[in-house]
């Protein structure tokens, strides 16, 4: 079974600035999935970033990166120029390659972006 | 904004009463689920289904049953509640034919309390 733990309950920023999201994991797979989701106040939980597991390069998606270190399962989310927007809950989650979207969350970090 | 409904956003009920929470998706993805979410935030799939007619217990034990008749229906339903029930429940679809993306698509989440 994988488990999943993001040891940072709570985290604020200022806005404008830098702020990282830690997540490690447990598997014995080789071939899998990692995400991290949004989860806003009252609103929908999206999708922010998607890193496969057999791919060396860190993923990207604008402000948002990953630093992916396979060895250490280590999987943490690097947020550039904070913006207020960005208040929100941070879920990381892994899927075995192949599981049919069957994803196991972490416990979440709350982010709150201060003017 | 992705197009998948959960009605109602909010219920207060009391212990011993039926309840069924709705979830619609217009998306036409195959496979659909519950995610039971805790005060502390944390998700734990309840159930899942892969398409019609498809019905599968997630990874918590849960006293709801759901059913999948329709490709874009899949209701949630509490037979006697209890004040241990009172939670957030989200549901979610992803696509079915390769499907392997992990991404999930929410609703905006029905909160449940159970006095």
């Known amino acids: 079974a994988q488990t999943v733990t993001q040891s940072q309950p709570e985290m604020s920023v200022q806005e404008a600035e830098t702020v990282t999201l830690s997540c490690t994991y447990d598997t014995s797979e080789n071939n899998y999935y990692l995400f991290w989701y949004k989860q806003p106040p009252s609103r929908q939980m999206i999708l922010v970033i998607r890193?496969?597991?057999?791919?060396?390069q860190n993923a990207t998606e604008n402000r948002f990166s990953v630093n992916f270190q396979k060895a250490a399962k280590s999987f943490s989310l690097k947020i550039s120029d904070s913006q207020l927007g960005d208040t929100a809950m941070y879920f990381c989650?892994?899927?075995?390659?192949?599981?049919?979207?069957?994803?196991?969350f972490g416990g979440g970090t709350r982010l709150m972006v201060k003017p | 904004e992705a197009d998948i409904y959960q009605t109602p956003r909010y219920l207060v009920i009391g212990t011993g009463k039926k309840i069924t929470l709705e979830c619609s998706q217009t998306m036409g993805h195959d496979k659909m689920y519950w995610y039971q979410q805790d005060p502390g935030m944390e998700l734990h799939l309840i159930h899942y289904s892969y398409g019609v007619n498809s019905t599968e217990k997630g990874d918590l034990s849960s006293e709801s049953t759901v059913s999948r008749i329709r490709t874009e229906h899949f209701p949630l339903t509490l037979e006697s509640a209890r004040p241990s029930h009172t939670s957030q429940y989200l549901c979610a679809s992803s696509e079915g034919t390769g499907g392997n993306t992990g991404e999930l698509f929410f609703g905006e989440g029905s909160r449940l309390t159970v006095l």
């Open positions: 890193q496969e597991a057999y791919k060396q």
């Open positions: 989650a892994f899927m075995r390659n192949n599981a049919g979207n069957m994803l196991t």
